[in-house]
């Protein structure tokens, strides 16, 4: 074994997180659910969202099974929805064409859709002991300062790179808890600001530490300056204390989720909540701004109590009146369920 996979399982067997829920069991399921929810998202927020996932869907079969709204509803929250819609058709691809089983075979995993190179390696070491590397964003950190690796990790030619050592330090024994260990390492360890070196194993062979680089490794992307958006969102709210919902398109942010009529600025909302229903007096409520990776997005709501459906508007397959229960098992973006569950009592 290599002397940076000896000294990471030496750290790993007395520091290193076994206790993790999807490590008990450690199956193909579990494990490929949890890499995409890691994927942008940290391990103390993952944790709550993939037990209520694997409660509900405990294995690929039941997740294949479901429908798509079930999917997206125990996904809300955690963003790039997108995630979780490739989660789904990969589960029912499995089913299709793998026996209901994630497949061993690398090629196969890479086809199906949102399973990269890493997220396979994850699965095929972590579920089945093989022996794949992985490269998430911890693990380009951890190599980037051991091997002084200057440049984006995000380049091509930068990450080409880091392949080929993550690949020559990934030894053939104990595959399933180096890759836990090197991950964990740069969670808890070799982290982004501040890292705690004086406790990091690789620290004696580390030459971003010797160099004095740990705060400019790996190298940050350049900066873009995000735009910014702004619109009104409008809750139409009858007198049973329903809220008139719309299911967004296959395009665009937040993609097949439920969410709130808008408008492009309060100005136009009553003109536009008037389509939708009878409606009396606006209510504004306070502004809030959300933050997507590519643009901020300033959101007005504006409350309308008592409205009146319209027949021809209510209840068509992409836009309906949802009471609180019905709203608690549909797919919302995480800013519109905060607003719905923080709506004023209804007026008299």
Known sequence: ???????????????????????????????????????????????????????????LASLAAADEDTVLALWSGLGYYRR???????????????GGELPRDIDALLALPGIGRSTAGAILAQAYGLRFPILDGNVKRVLARYHGIAGHPGESAVEKRLWVFADEHTPAARTADFTQAIMDLGATVCVRSKPLCPLCPQAARCIALRDGLTATLP???PGKKIPTRA???????????RVLLEKRGAQGVWSGLWSLPEAEDVAAA????????????????PAFTHVFSHYRLDVSPILFDHAAPLAAVADRPDRRWCDRDEIASLGLPAPVRTLLDNLPEISP
């Open 219 to 221: 190298t940050a992307k």
């Open 231 to 241: 619109l009104s969102m409008l809750l139409l709210r009858d007198a049973h204390g």
């Open 84 to 98: 979780a819609r490739f989660l789904h058709r990969a589960a029912q691809l499995c089913v299709e064409r793998h």
């Open 1 to 59: 074994m290599n002397p940076f996979a000896t000294e990471l399982l030496r750290w790993y067997d007395h520091h290193g997180r076994k206790d993790l829920p999807w490590q008990h069991p450690r199956d193909a399921y579990r494990v490929w659910l949890s890499e995409i929810m890691l994927q942008q998202t940290q391990v103390v927020t993952v944790i709550g969202y993939f037990e209520r996932f694997v409660q509900r869907l405990p294995t």
């Open 270 to 285: 009553g003109s536009v909540a008037s389509r939708l229903a009878r409606v009396g007096e606006a209510d504004p409520l």
